[in-house]
């Protein structure tokens, strides 16, 4: 789906076989690509290997072949296709088996695993602090919550879970989180998710810019479709299946509902806000569903905001 949006070259093509493996893998299994369970938004491996990819895009620009990796970057693509999707699976797992105390807690223990799990299964050639740093933050985006301390603070936790250090520095431990004598999975995630649970709040909604093009692609996707426009304005329709109808090769077997109509200009011009404001409400969709394209976007602004962070990592 993104072959083309790499700027170094034959990297798509990397990408592309490696997301095939993943496909292959995930056939039959319960977990194939599932985003979200009780609630909480996961990670698909899919995910998490476009986040590699654009760490190893953003640190390989500029090179004139993928073998000669910038001095950053020492392998494309994970080591081991079972070990990366058992680190996928670890969501599922702890969703299903973790016992704590409360629900609301659940999803932060979702978060710590798969975070730890990247990083202590080094399940990538190279760059598997940055990637599984990333693919934390991305998730916390997907389940509309931000992150509230100093780069610095990150880098040292990555560097910490690496080198089986994060438990020895009490130092660091008592100025960001409680040690807790509820153990879930083991001390160190645990410690993470309680970290992620005190240093973490709600993000605010944010509507990206999308052109009108766009918005009729991501629409129908949940079954939601434009009809002509006209006088500067197209009307929104839903085909809900109507099984009062028989198949006939004249009958339609949907019924055609309308939804709204809404102000358009141009398929290439930018929906004004209010707009999308609008169909949210009528659609009950929300913007991470609506933009169809919202997980390579928010993981390049992501990549954008903490670039220094990642900069960082991938000298240690």
């Not at 599922?92 to 016992?99: F, R, S």
């Amino acid at each position: 789906m993104y072959v083309n949006i790499f700027e170094t070259p034959n990297l798509g093509n990397y990408y592309e076989r490696e997301l095939k493996n993943i496909k292959e893998f995930e056939k039959g299994k319960d977990i194939n690509g599932q985003k979200e369970l009780k609630g909480i938004k996961l990670l698909t491996g899919e995910d998490v290997l476009l986040a590699h990819f654009l760490i190893v895009d953003y640190f390989s620009k500029n090179v004139n072949k993928i073998k000669n990796y910038h001095k950053n970057i020492g392998g494309v693509g994970t080591r081991d296709i079972t070990l990366f999707m058992s680190s996928i699976e670890r969501q599922h797992n702890c969703i299903q088996y973790c016992k704590v105390k409360s629900e609301n807690r659940l999803k932060y223990f979702v978060f710590a695993t798969l975070y730890w799990g990247l990083i202590k299964n080094h399940v990538f050639h190279d760059a598997n602090k940055r990637t599984a740093t990333l693919s934390l933050l991305y998730h916390l985006y997907l389940n509309r919550l931000r992150i509230n301390v100093k780069d610095k603070v990150l880098e040292e936790m990555a560097i910490r879970v690496a080198s089986n250090t994060l438990l020895l520095r009490n130092d660091w431990v008592r100025k960001y989180v409680e040690r807790s004598p509820e153990i879930v999975v083991n001390e160190e995630i645990t410690l993470i998710a309680n970290f992620l649970r005190n240093n973490t709040s709600n993000r605010s909604i944010k509507y990206a810019e999308i052109t009108y093009r766009d918005l009729e692609r991501a629409l129908a996707n949940y079954g939601y479709y434009f009809g002509k426009p006209k006088n500067n304005k197209v009307t929104i329709y839903k085909y809900d299946e109507n099984p009062k109808k028989k198949p006939s090769f004249l009958n339609r077997l949907f019924n055609k509902n309308k939804i709204v109509t809404i102000s358009y200009i141009d398929k290439n011009k930018t929906v004004p806000k209010n707009t999308i404001k609008l169909i949210l409400n009528k659609t009950g969709l929300n913007p991470e569903t609506l933009y169809s394209w919202g997980d390579l976007k928010a993981l390049e602004e992501l990549i954008g905001e903490y670039r220094n962070l990642l900069k960082r990592l991938a000298k240690r």
